[in-house]
Nanobody, 128 residues
Framework: QVQLVESGGGLVQAGGSLRLSCAAS????????MGWFRQAPGKEREFVAA????????YYTDAVKGRFTISRDNAKNTVYLQMNSLKPEDTAVYSC?????????????????????WGQGTQVTVSS
């Protein structure tokens, strides 16, 4: 059974940092891109960042470029999201997901519908 478990969320003041982790179990995802998405209250889920299977290519939404960094450790079947200079508008439930097609890159990583395994999410709250 495939399972994705996020951790590392919490309450932080604006300007602070958090590091999210997403540990996958049940199978190996080293051939698949992984992504982070977030959903704020009353809003749709949105793309935050993605990383290809090799870790060489990363993608970010404009709102987090220069502040967030996505990385992965295939030996641990884990993907990370380092979030710096956090803002109140970053407050949301953050979820990780696994892409549905191996060795994908580029524009295919931005779309929610292209991911088929999802974690339950971890709450990130940034106070002003």
């Amino acid at each position: 059974q495939v399972q994705l478990v996020e951790s590392g969320g919490g309450l932080v003041q604006a300007g602070g940092s958090l590091r999210l982790s997403c540990a996958a179990s049940g199978r190996t995802f080293s051939a698949y891109a992984m992504g982070w998405f977030r959903q704020a209250p009353g809003k749709e889920r949105e793309f935050v960042a993605a990383i290809d299977w090799s870790g060489e290519s990363t993608y970010y939404t404009d709102a987090v470029k220069g502040r967030f960094t996505i990385s992965r450790d295939n030996a641990k079947n884990t993907v990370y999201l380092q979030m710096n200079s956090l803002k109140p508008e970053d407050t949301a439930v953050y979820s990780c997901a696994v892409h549905n097609s191996p060795y994908s890159r580029g524009k295919y990583l931005y779309t929610t519908e292209n991911y088929n395994y999802w974690g339950q999410g971890t709450q990130v709250t940034v106070s002003s």
